[in-house]
């Protein structure tokens, strides 16, 4: 059996949830690290200074990576730099997520409990799916996007890159949402998003420039 230690990067509210899928999944979590700096902890595992810390980690002997930072942009970012570094960042899957095994789930990314990911849907690196959320068949989730707790995507959707999907949000079928684009909480995606484009409301309507 390998080793299956790993380097938490984040310590806020989503990192806590991110700690709790990786013990399920059968991960050690063992340290985290965080710019709030050393001498607290999250969900138990100790915080040990900020990402730069990232190459001592790894040269203790700490080979796996857990991105745990809601921000999109950010945790895209700093996954490809610890990659550099030489971490393996895991795709990490909550054991009560139901995915198919016709599903393609690529590094750095975590599905949480209760999500479910169908026949050929694919999600790129670096993702979060999150709790309870629906993916069906053939949709395609691009690298830093976030689908939020309870959202429902259907058939043959497509989610740009370090796109934010809004809790409770739903897509028909066939709709696309562009790069960078934030869908608001409760929305629901009738017609093309454009990227980096904030919408919200059932039918969804732009409100303005989604923010960085």
């Known amino acids: 059996m390998f080793d299956k230690k790993l380097v938490v990067i984040g310590a806020g509210g989503h990192a806590k949830v991110a700690i709790d899928v990786a013990r399920a999944a059968g991960w050690l979590p063992v340290v985290a690290l965080d710019p709030v700096g050393p001498g607290r902890f999250c969900a138990d595992v100790p915080v040990i200074g900020s990402d730069s810390e990232a190459t001592s980690v790894f040269a203790n002997g700490v080979r796996f990576a857990l991105l745990a930072l809601g921000s999109n942009r950010l945790r895209l970012r700093i996954g490809e730099q610890l990659e550099q570094i030489g971490f393996v960042c895991p795709p990490i899957l909550h054991p009560q997520a139901v995915v198919s095994s016709y599903a393609k789930i690529?590094?750095?990314?975590?599905?949480?409990?209760?999500?479910?990911?169908?026949?050929?849907?694919?999600?790129?690196?670096?993702?979060?799916?999150?709790?309870?959320?629906?993916?069906?068949?053939?949709?395609?989730?691009?690298?830093?996007?976030?689908?939020?707790?309870?959202?429902?995507?259907?058939?043959?959707?497509?989610?740009?890159?370090?796109?934010?999907?809004?809790?409770?949000?739903?897509?028909?079928?066939?709709?696309?949402?562009?790069?960078?684009?934030?869908?608001?909480?409760?929305s629901v995606i009738i017609e093309p998003v454009d990227a980096n484009e904030m919408v919200v409301g059932a039918p969804a309507r732009p409100i303005g420039t989604a923010r960085a």
């Open 106 to 186: 690529d590094n750095g990314t975590i599905v949480m409990p209760h999500a479910t990911i169908n026949s050929h849907a694919r999600i790129g690196r670096f993702a979060i799916v999150n709790t309870g959320a629906i993916i069906e068949h053939d949709c395609t989730v691009a690298d830093g996007a976030h689908i939020a707790p309870r959202s429902v995507l259907g058939g043959t959707v497509s989610i740009g890159r370090e796109v934010l999907f809004g809790i409770g949000s739903v897509a028909r079928p066939g709709s696309s949402v562009g790069d960078g684009a934030t869908v608001g909480a409760g």
